[in-house]
């Protein structure tokens, strides 16, 4: 039996390291369309809907034809956002899709990945996808650790693990697709804030700390979320040579 699968592009206007950054354009496409029109060409996604938190991004999405709907300014992350989105849409889903808003360069190939790795890995409540990337010291870069059977153990904004005997290259890159049971999402946004996630800033350590699986993939590729100008500035380059851009209808 098909499944049934929503993804939810979670964005706000008052981001603070770059204001407004859901609305700065990229080859003359706000960034909050580019991200929908990517997350529209997976073909595992039976819906998509952008949550917004204002009214202007509201109001760029009806002019592109992008589907959208108006959440809470007060929510403390994307997760709680697509969270109340689910619940006013009053419609069933097997699994919903956290497609993060700032990622304008996201592979629909990768939203795909992660459905079809949760799609096969049916006990876990969340899919948390990574890249692996080289080592980096900067803290927007959030790092995952797994044991042998790709559970997570830990989230940080911190290089992990530390490499006390052994220096590595590499790091596992929190790629911005999370796949959800709809009940763990629900569980999720039922749960006050948590001490690690305090401390890290990173939703997905609540998860952990209240006792949900999360299972990673580690997929190949690049993507980026623009956090500050400089990101932006990088994703000008890049898009000159999108293999996706002339695919948007």
């Given at each position: 039996?098909?499944?049934?699968?929503?993804?939810?592009?979670p964005?706000?206007?008052?981001?603070?390291?770059?204001?407004?950054?859901?609305?700065?354009?990229?080859?003359?496409?706000?960034?909050?369309?580019?991200?929908?029109?990517?997350?529209?060409?997976?073909?595992l996604?039976?819906?998509?809907?952008?949550?917004?938190?204002?009214?202007?991004?509201?109001?760029?999405?009806?002019?592109?034809?992008?589907?959208?709907?108006?959440?809470?300014?007060?929510?403390?992350?994307?997760?709680?956002?697509?969270?109340?989105?689910?619940?006013?849409?009053?419609?069933?889903?097997?699994?919903?899709?956290?497609?993060?808003?700032?990622?304008?360069?996201?592979s629909?190939?990768?939203?795909?990945?992660?459905?079809?790795?949760?799609?096969?890995?049916?006990?876990?409540d969340?899919?948390?996808?990574?890249?692996?990337?080289?080592?980096?010291?900067n803290?927007?870069?959030?790092?995952?650790?797994?044991?042998?059977?790709?559970?997570?153990?830990?989230?940080?904004?911190?290089?992990?693990?530390?490499?006390?005997?052994?220096?590595?290259?590499?790091?596992?890159?929190?790629?911005?697709?999370i796949?959800?049971?709809?009940?763990s999402?629900?569980?999720?946004?039922?749960?006050?804030?948590?001490?690690?996630?305090?401390?890290e800033?990173?939703?997905?350590?609540?998860?952990?700390e209240?006792?949900?699986?999360?299972?990673s993939?580690?997929?190949?590729?690049?993507?980026?979320s623009?956090?500050?100008r400089?990101?932006?500035?990088?994703?000008?380059?890049i898009?000159?040579?999108?293999?996706?851009?002339?695919?948007?209808?």
């Amino acid at each position: 039996m098909k499944r049934k699968i929503l993804g939810l592009i979670p964005t706000r206007l008052g981001s603070k390291r770059l204001p407004a950054k859901a609305l700065i354009l990229l080859k003359n496409i706000p960034l909050i369309v580019h991200v929908y029109k990517r997350a529209k060409l997976a073909n595992l996604l039976d819906d998509v809907i952008v949550c917004c938190d204002d009214e202007r991004i509201m109001k760029v999405c009806q002019k592109y034809k992008v589907k959208a709907i108006l959440t809470s300014k007060k929510h403390l992350n994307g997760t709680e956002r697509i969270a109340q989105a689910y619940k006013k849409l009053k419609k069933n889903f097997d699994y919903v899709v956290d497609i993060q808003g700032d990622e304008p360069l996201i592979s629909p190939f990768h939203i795909n990945q992660v459905i079809n790795y949760h799609l096969k890995n049916t006990e876990a409540d969340i899919i948390l996808p990574t890249l692996k990337v080289k080592s980096s010291e900067n803290k927007n870069i959030v790092k995952v650790v797994t044991d042998q059977k790709n559970n997570v153990l830990y989230i940080s904004r911190s290089n992990i693990p530390n490499y006390f005997l052994k220096t590595e290259k590499y790091i596992k890159k929190h790629l911005s697709i999370i796949s959800f049971k709809p009940k763990s999402l629900i569980k999720f946004s039922k749960s006050k804030q948590t001490h690690l996630e305090k401390i890290e800033n990173v939703e997905l350590l609540r998860a952990l700390e209240t006792g949900l699986k999360i299972k990673s993939i580690e997929l190949k590729g690049d993507s980026f979320s623009i956090d500050v100008r400089a990101d932006y500035l990088r994703a000008k380059k890049i898009i000159k040579k999108d293999k996706f851009l002339k695919l948007y209808n």
